[in-house]
T-cell receptor, first 113, second 113 residues
């Protein structure tokens, strides 16, 4: 069974630029999560989808971050414009359903200069 | 409030046992998880325990749960150099109308040859 796929693996941008990350969850997984992991910290949930609907986006900085999962399968996370403090690893995870175990992708490492 | 705490570092000699500790504050946690993160990689699920269990053993891994003290531990028997990584404790709980993972800050395990 293929795992959670993410791209790109690394991205370097300058502040005020835009960036987008892509995630393809495990086939059949209805729930998809985006996490932000700042160096030295645990992952922090940004947004959770159930199929193509948003379940929880309470910690998403909506003035600059947006995410979508239009067909209930893959998802994109966008930052526009980026700030220095957005430098982090962005992890995508999926689970069969909300209360099931999460499986993580390898992450996208973002550096904002 | 929801909080998960871990000690930051642990150093052991190869062949010894490692014990990584975690405390959590929310008694509504249903599942408690241990994840392993190697450099540049996503989080790998190691094991989990349901909140009505006291202990779970899986090969070299033993999870102990003390519900009264809200204390969770992960014991790795016969620790190997390949076990060097960051270990995250996560509590899975139902809050504000949705299921949510709360992660600790991670414990960096260094195994000395």
């Amino acid at each position: 069974e293929a795992g959670v796929a993410q791209s790109p693996r690394y991205k370097i941008i300058e502040k005020r630029q835009s960036v987008a990350f892509w995630c393809n969850p495990i086939s059949g997984h209805a729930t998809l999560y985006w996490y932000q992991q700042i160096l030295g910290q645990g992952p922090k949930l940004l947004i959770q989808f159930q199929n193509n609907g948003v379940v929880d986006d309470s910690q998403l900085p909506k003035d600059r971050f947006s995410a979508e999962r239009l067909k209930g399968v893959d998802s994109t996370l966008k930052i526009q414009p980026a700030k220095l403090e957005d430098s982090a690893v962005y992890l995508c995870a999926s689970s069969l359903w909300q209360e099931e175990t999460q499986y993580f992708g390898p992450g996208t490492r973002l550096l904002v200069l | 409030g929801e909080d998960v705490e871990q000690s930051l570092f642990l150093s052991v000699r190869e062949g010894d046992s490692s014990v990584i500790n975690c405390t959590y504050t929310d008694s509504s946690s249903t599942y408690l998880y241990w994840y392993k993160q190697e450099p540049g990689a996503g989080l790998q699920l190691l094991t989990y325990i349901f909140s009505n269990m006291d202990m779970k053993q899986d090969q070299r891994l033993t999870v102990l749960l003390n519900k009264k003290d809200k204390h969770l531990s992960l014991r790795i028997a016969d620790t190997q150099t390949g076990d060097s990584a960051i270990y995250f404790c996560a509590a899975y709980l139902f809050t504000s109308g949705t299921y949510k993972y709360i992660f600790g800050t991670g414990t960096r395990l260094k195994v000395l040859a």
